[in-house]
């Protein structure tokens, strides 16, 4: 493994470590670094920043028979190294054991961890016997250091989740998310606009997703950003603002798709769609995780590395 910091100079803490992105071929299948997918966009915190899109109240999770179809899908055509299950919180998906004991079934040798910000695992009376029986990790996403409200909800559960990983032997990490959150959008809900910076590559370059190829309506996604972008434009009467048409019309790659297509999503590389988002570092310190953002509020950061914030587009 090959930590990145892609010019960031920050606590190399606050990196998430990533294999290289690599594409082979292993029989008939594509041996790919990393895929993710979400299982869930609802999540219950509503961190300013996300690529996901999470903090806008996105709704609903994918039951269990629909995300297997995408799996499945994909099981003759990938070999990913490492997989994981995240979202929005995963935990709000009442089907997340199903998920993780499917996984192991079709991909047993990747990596597999569910990512989570630890708050509802508790709903899931099985999950660390079944995590240690599949050899699936857990990783927990620390979310704020300075919003009392989530530390005073978060702090008990994730100490519960140490111990209970402990007393299994699963693998468990917690990852500092506090800080590194990279805006990839001008303005905020109704007036999010994309960058227009017009370099791509650098934009790829400072990018934090780059490793986040995500199965999403099973297809192959470049990333977080682009796959649930329409979800964030919905949400906000944005889908035919003329400034994110050309984004709206990536679709993401099908299984039905040729090698070719299928290693350019996982090549090291940018691609038009990267210009959407900004070709500087845009690095927030979130101060409240808790409260959905309404217009009038104090801005629920502070601006780390990047441009001052927009209130209009």
Known sequence: MTTRTHGFKGPISSLRVWAEPTVGVDGMTLSVSNLEMDIAQAC???????CHYSNYGLKGVIPFDQGREWIAAWVGRLNPRAFSLLGGEPALNPDLIRYIAFAAE???EAQRTVVSNGMYLHR????FPVLKAT?????????SHDD?????????PIATLKEQAAAHGVVMTTRDAKTLFHVTYRGYGPTMRPFEDEDPRRSWEVCQNKRCITLWQGRLWKC????????VLERHDLTGCAAWQPYLEYQGVPPTAGDAAISRVFAQTEEDICGMCPARFNLIKKTNVTDPFKF??????????????????
Do not use: M, Q
């Open 224 to 231: 977080p950003p682009i796959a649930f972008l329409r979800l």
């Open 44 to 50: 219950n915190l509503h961190c300013f920043g996300c």
């Open 135 to 143: 050899g699936t990790r857990l990783e927990v996403s620390i979310h």
């Open 106 to 108: 079709v991909w047993p």
């Open 124 to 127: 899931h009376e099985n999950l």
């Open 296 to 313: 009038g509020d104090p801005l629920p950061f502070e601006v780390i590395r990047g441009p001052a914030p927009e209130k209009t587009a």
């Open 148 to 156: 009392p409200v989530y530390t005073a909800r978060s702090g008990g």
